[in-house]
């Protein structure tokens, strides 16, 4: 039920943000997660020769203002469970304190920051070149307690993942149409602008050619 109705949602949204909305703040609700995240990969800064690719955070819910400006975009190479999922396209899952600071102790400031002791985070994979999956972004959700993530929790996740890649690379598609329609109407206003100066042009033109036709002055000095 929790996933039909998130489904339904992510049906509704419109823009990368929309969808980040529905898959924080409504995840986080429904599953009781002390934060939530979504975050997209991009391309690495173009200075950076041979830099991994980086993500950056579209949207979030409980994380402190220093965690943010920490990870507000973060390269693939980071530690932590998100960075790994996008590396790899692999869910991440920690259980408890134990298991998570095993897994990614280099994080270990993170978890103290965030209180943590669980980890839910899964890739948003869509199909790539050749029909390869492509991982486009990754949303993650923590706990302050332990919390078992058995088969039917891990199932959830993971179809809202799916649901939530479709959704991104839908959003996407409509931004890329907008920006090129609006591209086409601004070329066709410069079109029309320029139509309209050449016309003044040529009818300027017309208006001076007694001016500078010699026989239509000599004419006029007869006159």
């Known amino acids: 039920a929790q996933l039909q109705a998130l489904t339904a949602a992510l049906a509704g949204a419109r823009t990368v943000d929309e969808v980040a909305a529905v898959v924080v703040a409504e995840a986080v609700a429904a599953t009781r997660a002390a934060t939530g995240m979504l975050a997209v990969r991009v391309p690495a800064d173009a200075a950076a020769d041979g830099a991994p690719d980086e993500a950056v955070i579209v949207r979030h819910a409980g994380l402190p203002a220093g965690v943010v400006d920490r990870y507000a975009r973060f390269s693939l190479d980071a530690p932590g469970p998100a960075a790994r999922c996008l590396r790899t396209g692999e869910a991440q899952w920690a259980e408890s304190r134990d298991v998570l600071l095993a897994r990614f102790p280099d994080a270990a400031p993170t978890w103290d920051a965030l209180r943590t002791h669980a980890v839910a985070t899964v890739p948003l994979a869509v199909a790539g070149p050749g029909g390869a999956p492509a991982v486009v972004g990754a949303m993650s959700y923590t706990w302050t307690a332990p919390r078992p993530l058995g088969p039917d929790d891990r199932a959830f996740f993971l179809a809202l993942g799916r649901q939530a890649a479709q959704a991104v690379e839908r959003a996407r598609l409509l931004e890329a149409e907008r920006a090129a329609r609006a591209e086409a ?9 320029a139509g309209r ?9 017309q208006a001076l050619q007694p001016l500078t036709d010699p026989d239509a002055l000599m004419a006029a000095s007869a006159r």
């Open 185 to 193: 109407e601004r070329r066709g206003e410069e079109l029309a602008a």
């Open 197 to 205: 100066r050449a016309r003044f042009l040529a009818d300027l033109g």
